[in-house]
């Protein structure tokens, strides 16, 4: 494993912000932490990586134990951080030449790898631009290339697309596909679904602080929810919940409707029998993480 987390925990005077996190990293996997803002994504990262102090356990990435043995395992970690913390006054290779003679990398030697790493991330033509210059976008490009100096073998990408249009977004899931592909471990923390769907072999879903479910996008959704899911308006609660108890499923309400789970053996009886009450909207579609957030936590991550 690339890294590993015994055990963490963080409290504050009586306040427990995270509690009892367990898990490993392979070379070459996305592992995602899924969770509405003030779940404890941040700070567990942020125990990871060396930033934050466990009150409890500990961490180990390759052979290195974070907190005593911090330079050591600094060196085997990239970080893309929620801000850019980009220096304004270096231009963009300046920047990435200035960030590797934080480990000794210096001279015709920094500037290569940083001309190499510009190539990587679509940034060559922008080499001389000075940073106020770049769009959210180029910025987080800059971020991620500066967090590749060292060769890492685990990056750490703590909601990075947050503030990007659409484009800018999946400029930057390309970029850590490529991390994949190139046997880099990423940890990803996301409160966006989408990204968590496409990027993440792997979720860890959060909240208040525990993780309180686990695995690949798809398990997560057979597992909790199932394949199908109806979104009804115009039917009474009280009708549903007939329905939900004669077909041993579940539903939600939800904006102006309700969501209902279509059990997979009988998800067209379901159907056939919500259709006949004729209510005023009523559509049918895959399940996605959003269902499996808001079964297990009661509440969606837009809620929260």
């Given amino acids: 494993m690339v890294l590993t987390a015994y055990d963490l925990w963080k409290t504050y005077g009586d306040a427990t912000v995270v509690s009892g996190v367990n898990f490993t990293l392979e070379p070459g996997e996305v592992l995602g932490f899924l969770g509405a803002n003030g779940a ?15 009150t409890r356990g500990f961490v180990e990435i390759d052979k290195y134990e974070v907190r005593s043995q911090g330079r050591k395992a600094r060196n085997l970690m990239g970080i893309v951080t929620q801000e850019d913390n980009l220096d304004p006054e270096f231009g963009v290779l300046e920047n990435l030449m200035y960030f590797a003679s934080f480990y000794r990398i210096t001279g015709k030697n920094a500037r ?36 590749l100096i060292n060769n890492p073998k685990v ?53 208040k602080g525990k993780a309180i479910d686990s695995g690949t996008p798809p398990e997560l959704i057979d597992r909790v929810i199932g394949r199908e899911v109806a979104e009804v308006e115009g039917i009474s609660e009280e009708t549903l919940e007939q329905l939900a108890a004669k077909y ?23 159907w056939s029998e919500l259709s006949a009450f004729h209510p005023e909207r009523l559509s049918r579609r ?16 837009n809620e929260e």
């Fill in 40 to 54: 404890g994504k941040t700070t567990t990262v942020g125990m990871l990586y060396g930033a934050v102090i466990p």
């Fill in 112 to 147: 290569n790898i940083a001309a190499k790493l510009l190539d990587r991330v679509g940034l060559q033509e922008y080499a001389r631009h000075r940073i106020d210059e770049l769009s959210g976008g180029l910025k987080r490009r800059l971020v991620l290339a500066r967090s």
């Fill in 155 to 207: 990056v750490f990408l703590d909601e990075p697309t947050t503030g990007l249009d659409p484009d800018a977004r999946q400029d930057f899931w390309r970029l850590v596909k490529d991390l994949k592909q190139s046997g880099c471990g990423v940890l990803l923390t996301t409160h966006y679904m989408d990204e968590a769907e496409r990027l993440c072999d792997r979720l860890i879903l959060m909240q």
């Fill in 248 to 270: 041993q499923t579940w539903y939600r309400h939800f904006a102006t409707g309700y969501m209902l789970v279509l059990p997979s053996e009988n998800a067209d009886n379901l």
């Fill in 286 to 301: 895959r399940a996605n993480l959003e269902d499996v957030f808001l079964r297990l936590t009661g509440t969606s991550l």
